[in-house]
């Protein structure tokens, strides 16, 4: 019960620890101008909205803007807004938990302890933007709108290292996890290098491994990679019901698929080798593709003498998942597998 308090007045604190920083802006002009630039009541806006709306160039918008945060800024460091000091510690103890660095959405939702509103994350980060302990990463088309402890780094240093992990993940060609990056990094904790990868909109994660957006192992935008996924982390075959069952009841986005769907797609992706009955297997295991038939030529083929029927059994079972009785009636029924001794075969090739 006291935690659910202590919640509630920290989104109450928030609310008037802007209201307080607003109210030290006399003139309504630059009030407008804050609230519109930072959307602490609506939708961010430009420079050349706000100037357009106030009739003003997009050049006196941000003029007047820097002259506006520079007075809050003093105002806050002067020790006399005590409720933005307390909060601006909270945030401190938050990130500190969380790799020093946090999106703002995340940070705002651990800070509330709630799923956090737009205008609950606009205020998060329009704190952060004016005391002097913290540091915001802009968004842009390659970072997420986060906020870091300045102490471990400004926005500059913060972008520069995300990139070193995204430069070392693409080097490595395939997925990581936190704990090889860490391994092959210069960070004090993988806790940060986590927090740090979290910053970046060129990397998805997946299962505990992190890799490029573009890569179907962190980041399956269709069916067929989902599949790829549930196989992979299985690390065995599986039937097609059972991946179905696995996608509806993983975390993945639109798992509402049909039975049939997946399916479909196991039979036209070369990535997926059918090795039983409706039974899949992924092709870089090593299964060879082909009926059993086909397996039994393959093995009689790499062998240097004619095998016991058992032996070709056993191999053939390697790579399909079928009944010994399916292996002996392929073997007993294809003309090119000839018995040269009691229950021994070879292959012989046809001869047009």
């Known amino acids: 019960m006291q935690d659910t308090t202590q919640d ?53 918008v941000r003029q007047l803007e820097k002259a506006i945060l520079a007075k809050l800024k003093d105002a806050i460091n002067s020790g006399k807004m005590v409720s933005i000091n307390n909060l601006e510690k909270a945030i401190i103890r938050e990130l500190s938990e969380m790799g020093r660095v946090a999106r703002v959405q995340d940070l705002t939702d651990k800070l509330l302890k709630t799923n956090s509103d737009q205008k609950e994350r606009a205020h998060v980060a329009f704190i952060a933007e004016l005391v002097p302990s913290l540091t915001v990463v802009n968004k842009s088309d390659y970072y997420f709108h986060s906020i870091g402890i300045i102490e471990y780094g400004d926005e500059k240093k913060i972008r520069g290292e995300v990139d070193k992990i995204v430069a070392t993940i693409k080097k490595h060609g395939q997925p990581l996890t936190i704990e090889d990056l860490h391994s092959q990094l210069s960070f004090e904790h993988p806790n940060h290098v986590r927090a740090l990868a979290s910053v970046s909109k060129l990397l998805s994660h997946l299962n505990g491994n992190w890799g490029l957006n573009k890569w179907p192992t962190v980041n399956p935008k269709n069916i067929r990679d989902k599949i790829y996924v549930i196989l992979a982390k299985n690390k065995s075959p599986m039937h097609f019901s ?111």
């Open 242 to 352: 059972e991946i179905a069952n696995s996608i509806k009841d993983s975390k993945f986005k639109r798992r509402d698929v049909t039975t049939q769907a997946i399916h479909n797609e196991l039979i036209k992706d070369p990535r997926f080798v059918l090795i039983g009955r409706g039974i899949y297997a992924l092709d870089n295991w090593g299964f060879d593709r082909g009926t059993v038939s086909d397996i039994i030529a393959s093995v009689l083929k790499s062998s240097k003498e004619p095998l016991h029927r058992d032996e070709i059994v056993k191999r053939v079972l390697k790579s399909r998942q079928v009944k010994e009785t399916t292996v002996l009636l392929n073997l007993q029924s294809k003309p090119q597998f000839k018995r040269v001794a009691k229950a021994t075969y070879t292959f012989e090739q046809k001869v047009d």
């Open 8 to 60: 509630k007045n920290r989104s109450t604190d928030l609310k008037n620890s802007v209201t307080d920083i607003l109210s030290v802006i006399d003139q309504e002009r630059e009030r407008e101008i804050i609230t519109r630039r930072f959307g602490l009541y609506d939708r961010r806006e430009t420079l050349e909205q706000i100037g357009e709306l106030l009739g003003i160039t997009r050049e006196r």
